[in-house]
């Protein structure tokens, strides 16, 4: 058994007013998010097939508001809902949001390195 603070948990992404948290736990990945209000992440998505995520994701919205874009259409999510979302998929905050994600390891590791380097090239193209 593990039991671990959100806050104990490092800080693996944070662009765009999107802030990800993420522990492996085996097989599994979980991932706590905090979502500004109107953000989103395409541009960070894009590159992958669709420029949309590739991992599925079983989550809980903590607060605020979700609209998840999948291939067939957009699902509001709000505070007290779960969900599963299958690949093919990108998230909009319509609201202040705290979310916590369950994701297969190997599948999130690859959408997490991809936002990495497109990060990387935006700072660059900065700098």
Same mark, same amino acid.
């Given at each position: 058994?593990?039991?671990?603070?959100?806050?104990?948990?490092?800080?693996?992404?944070?662009?765009?007013?999107?802030?990800?948290? @993420?522990?492996?736990?085996?097989?599994?990945?979980?991932?706590?998010?905090?979502?500004?209000?109107? @953000?989103?992440?395409?541009?960070?998505?894009?590159?992958?097939?669709?420029?949309?995520?590739?991992?599925?994701?079983?989550?809980?919205?903590?607060?605020?508001?979700?609209?998840?874009h999948?291939?067939?259409?957009?699902?509001?999510?709000?505070?007290?809902? @779960?969900?599963?979302? &299958?690949?093919?998929?990108?998230? &909009? @905050?319509l609201?202040?949001?705290?979310?916590?994600?369950?994701?297969?390891?190997?599948?999130?590791?690859?959408v997490?390195?991809?936002?990495?380097?497109?990060?990387?090239?935006?700072?660059?193209?900065?700098?």
């Open positions: 058994m593990e039991a671990f603070r959100k806050d104990e948990v490092p800080i693996a992404i944070d662009t765009s007013g999107v802030q990800i948290r @993420a522990r492996q736990l085996g097989d599994m990945t979980m991932l706590f998010y905090r979502f500004e209000p109107g @953000a989103d992440l395409r541009p960070e998505l894009r590159g992958l097939p669709g420029d949309r995520c590739t991992c599925p994701h079983w989550g809980y919205v903590i607060s605020g508001k979700l609209r998840i999948t291939q067939d259409g957009e699902h509001d999510v709000g505070a007290g809902e @779960a969900f599963y979302v &299958e690949p093919g998929h990108y998230p &909009e @905050a609201e202040l949001t705290e979310m916590v994600e369950v994701s297969p390891t190997k599948e999130i590791l690859g997490g390195e991809h936002i990495l380097r497109v990060l990387g090239m935006a700072q660059r193209r900065s700098a």
